[in-house]
């Protein structure tokens, strides 16, 4: 094998801001040969890292992705399911169009199907891992918020399903942000974490790091909430 083939290679879906840009810098930071998909091309081309356009809920859009990484890299190690549209709105299911409704299943939960499918005969070769970006919106809600929910609660389910049909060469895990802030918070957003402040994008590729590496060789299937401590919070009006 070639030496530039002998080095992991890893794929963030959504890599061109957010949790996606912190995950794919601290990956190539930690040694890995990194692929950023995004449709923002713009924002991708600035990251200094392997770009490509891709459009995660159209299938050729994904199939030549995955063809390119592998063209690029002649591996694939890691794939880190992170893509989404991040807006919870939609307005009341009364009026919640279908059309805003599928373009979030599509990109949020179809997305990283549709990626694991195309990923997963490579991931296998190398025992590869995958990790799935939901939120903690899959486990709580606010008002308005459906089609979000129902798209990131469907990643978690997906997450343990595919950790049983491709272990054990596959593992597969998720994370569940919580506030991720990416702009300037007011300090009763940090005071009222049980943590003392909200989360940032680093918080998230730090965990994530850590499932795609063989120090977390014995876990799979699991879903783990990054939060600062929200979701434990009884918070009585």
């Known amino acids: 094998m070639p030496r530039e083939y002998s080095q992991k290679a890893a794929l963030v879906t959504g890599g061109a801001q957010g949790i996606g840009r912190a995950t794919a810098a601290l990956l190539a930071e930690r040694g890995y040969r990194v692929a950023i998909a995004d449709r923002d091309a713009a924002a991708g081309r600035k990251t200094g890292m392997t770009f490509i356009r891709c459009d995660v809920s159209r299938e050729p859009s994904v199939r030549a992705c995955v063809r390119r990484v592998l063209k690029r890299f ?45 990923a997963a005969p490579h991931l296998r070769r190398v025992r590869g891992a995958i990790v799935n970006i939901a939120s903690t919106r899959a486990l709580q809600s606010e008002p308005d918020t459906e089609a979000y929910a129902a798209s990131k609660g469907g990643l978690v389910a997906l997450t343990h399903a595919l950790a049983l049909s491709l272990g054990p060469q596959v593992r597969v895990n998720c994370v569940s942000p919580g506030w ?56 009585y009006v």
């Not at 805003?100 to 549709?114: D, K, Q």
């Not at 005071?191 to 799979?220: I, K, M, N, W």
């Open 74 to 118: 002649g591996r694939l190690d890691a794939l880190v399911n992170n893509a989404g549209i991040a807006s919870p709105g939609g307005g009341p299911v009364e009026k919640l169009r279908l059309t805003e409704w599928n373009r979030r299943i599509g990109v949020n939960l179809t997305g990283a199907f549709l990626m694991t499918k195309h």
């Open 180 to 235: 991720i802030a990416h702009a300037p918070v007011k300090k009763r957003d940090h005071a009222q974490h049980p943590v003392g402040r909200v989360g940032r994008g680093e918080d998230v590729a730090e965990l994530v790091a850590f499932l795609l590496s063989d120090a977390a060789g014995f876990a799979t299937g699991q879903n783990y909430v990054l939060d600062g401590g929200m979701t434990r919070k009884m918070i």
